[in-house]
């Protein structure tokens, strides 16, 4: 299983979302993605874009000054 961290700190909404897309439809059964996200924003707007995929699970958490979202392929 592959996992990839893609730091998006200081990239707002829309980009954001764009960039996690983006990074999601590349991803294989099995694989695993970090994302780091500081815009408030984005940790709403992930899950409900993403809402739809059946295969995915999505886990957020929070640090000190980033959310880090994790996403899984299944």
């Known amino acids: 299983m592959d996992t990839e ?3 998006l700190s200081g990239v707002l909404c829309p980009y954001c979302i764009v ?3 983006k990074a999601v ?3 294989e059964t099995g694989e695993t993605n970090i994302f780091i996200v500081d815009d408030p924003l984005a940790i709403k707007a992930i899950p409900e ?3 739809d995929e059946d295969d995915l699970e999505i886990d957020i958490e929070r640090n000190k000054q980033n959310w880090i979202v994790i996403i899984k392929k299944s």
């Open 25 to 27: 439809e590349k991803m």
């Open 49 to 51: 874009e993403l809402e």
């Open 5 to 7: 961290e893609i730091n």
């Open 19 to 21: 960039n996690v897309i």
